[in-house]
């Protein structure tokens, strides 16, 4: 099967950098995709000058045998953009969404859901090879999703002149779209009606579509502060199969005192004090509207005497406060721990480290600070949650244990 006319992605514009491969800028090669990287664009090789030269395509599925032209050149490595699929791989499919062509949305969602979660399993692995080439781990089967579309309980919109959706691919263009495939349905067909309630705006405004507590549909304009009281994870299903794995391993050790940094609004701290009646929590999160709203729930719950949240970055809480000496919880966002908090826990050294991360470059990085500190440390639990199905995101959890 050949399929011709792949429209270049606005970031594929041709691009030199300065780069001695400059002079492949344009050219065409016939190339065969090896696997997928952070990110979700597809990884192959060309030869230059007797080398073997890595070449990132968006849109491209590992075991595709494709026509690119090389759109742009970096120091180390080119972008490519898809000409022809002049053979597809047995993996790759017709995205079920009309817009995922060029909708920013979603990334792999041209995937069978079984090669998504293969190539997911590949990345990790291979961050940890690289990162921590001498540590043994067993990379446990992925948590997948009860469904695999209209997982998402809540989503986030742009809305600018008339149009109400996604960023396009690479830009700051809004794809117009009337429904989302990976969204609630209750959210999906709701999307039009919102549209119409909305007021006519020259300047970019984002809006949350979600279901909220009360399991019913909202809609609210999101200020400068962010997302506000929209801390729950997007996945219900998978979320609650990563807190009893959270509870699962917590359970086993018996920890009398835990430290949870990047606590959100108590997503774990919560489940894990409720199953838990021993356990005695600090609790830290920088964004005043989630710890307002845990404070309340643990005044309603009756936990003021084993519960304490903290307002404030975990940079400032760790210089200022000893952790748990028995168990450390981290729930970080996509950047990863900060330098200062990776700082304090190697010099703390807990018995035991939760590390829940949603971006395994930064996973890797992390341990492989933790793991030079201390080599007793051993990897007790490695898992994968595949949280956002139709894109290259997942969680993973860790559990670290000095012997």
Do not use: W
């Not at 047995?90 to 859901?113: K, L, N, V, W």
């Not at 949870?260 to 701290?269: Q, R």
């Not at 489940?271 to 920088?286: H, I």
């Amino acid at each position: 099967m050949k399929t011709t006319g792949f429209k270049p992605l606005q970031s594929e514009k041709t691009d030199k950098r300065g780069s001695e491969l400059e002079s492949l800028l344009h050219s065409e090669h016939v190339i065969n995709v090896e696997k997928l990287i952070v990110g979700g664009d597809g990884l192959g090789r060309i030869s230059f000058k007797e080398k073997s030269l890595v070449v990132f395509i968006p849109l491209a599925v590992p075991g595709d045998r494709l026509k690119i032209k090389i759109v742009k050149a970096e120091k180390n490595h080119l972008r490519g953009q898809i000409l022809e699929i002049v053979e597809p791989s047995i993996d790759r499919r017709t995205a079920p969404c009309e817009y995922f062509q060029s909708c920013g949305g979603c990334s792999i969602q041209h995937m069978t859901e079984d090669s998504q979660v293969l190539q997911k399993e590949l990345i990790l692995k291979y961050l940890l090879n690289k990162f921590i080439p001498n540590k043994d781990y067993n990379l446990l089967p992925t948590v997948r999703s009860d469904s695999d579309f209209n997982y998402r309980n809540r989503i986030q919109l742009k809305f600018e002149n008339g149009k109400l959706g996604y960023f396009k691919k690479a830009s700051h263009e809004i794809v117009d779209i009337t429904h989302c495939p990976i969204a609630d349905k209750r959210i999906s067909i709701a999307i039009p009606g919102v549209k119409m309630r909305l007021k006519p705006s020259t300047e970019l405004v984002r809006y949350e579509l979600r279901i909220n507590h009360l399991e019913e549909f909202e809609f609210y304009r999101i200020g400068e502060d962010g997302e506000g009281l929209s801390f729950s994870q997007v996945n219900n299903s998978v979320n609650k199969k990563l807190v009893e794995a959270v509870e699962l391993i917590v359970g086993g050790l018996n920890p009398k005192f835990l430290s949870e940094l990047y606590a959100g609004a108590g997503n774990f701290s919560f489940p894990l004090l409720t199953k838990f009646p021993n356990l005695r929590m600090e609790s830290v999160e920088l964004n005043p509207k989630l710890t307002e709203f845990a404070v309340k729930r643990v005044v309603e719950s009756n936990l003021q005497k084993r519960l304490t949240f903290f307002t404030t970055d975990c940079e400032t809480f760790v210089k200022r406060r000893p952790l748990s000496k028995e168990m450390v919880l981290l729930d970080p966002p996509r950047a990863g721990c900060s330098p200062e908090v990776m700082k304090s826990i190697c010099n703390q050294l807990p018995n035991q480290v939760l590390y829940v991360s949603c971006h395994p470059a930064n996973l890797a990085r992390d341990l492989s600070l933790l793991l030079q500190k201390e080599p007793a440390y051993k990897i007790k639990h490695l898992q994968i949650f595949d949280m956002f199905p139709q894109t290259d995101h997942f969680e993973t959890l860790v559990h670290l244990a000095k012997e």
